[in-house]
């Protein structure tokens, strides 16, 4: 059978959810990657077994909003401040 590609709105999907989940939905052989058609971000699946249903997006969305509570008290508990400055060293550059 010919793989097919379509695009999913990404709202409210996490791209590791949604890369972890997508053979379970849709087969073996399915690969997802970010993409943005007509100006909106999601993802663009890639599979010869079934698309996705509204009911499996839907449970994708639930999934996201566990995994992203999920990290972000895995952050509280780190005492890490998500919005922190992150020193870079820099070349410095020599003139001359």
């Known amino acids: 059978m010919a793989a097919n590609s379509y695009f999913v709105p990404g709202y409210g999907i996490s791209r590791a959810v949604?890369?972890?989940?997508?053979?379970?939905?849709?087969?073996?052989?399915?690969?997802?990657?970010?993409?943005?058609?007509?100006?909106?971000d999601g993802f663009l699946v890639t599979t010869s077994g079934p698309p996705l249903t509204k009911a499996q997006i839907d449970d994708l969305k639930i999934s996201s909003r566990e995994y992203e509570e999920k990290q972000s008290r895995r952050a509280d508990e780190a005492d890490v401040f998500?919005?922190?400055?992150?020193?870079?060293?820099?070349?410095?550059?020599r003139s001359g």
């Open 18 to 40: 949604i890369q972890n989940e997508i053979r379970y939905h849709c087969g073996p052989d399915a690969i997802v990657r970010p993409y943005t058609h007509q100006g909106r």
């Open 82 to 93: 998500v919005n922190q400055p992150v020193p870079v060293s820099q070349r410095i550059r």
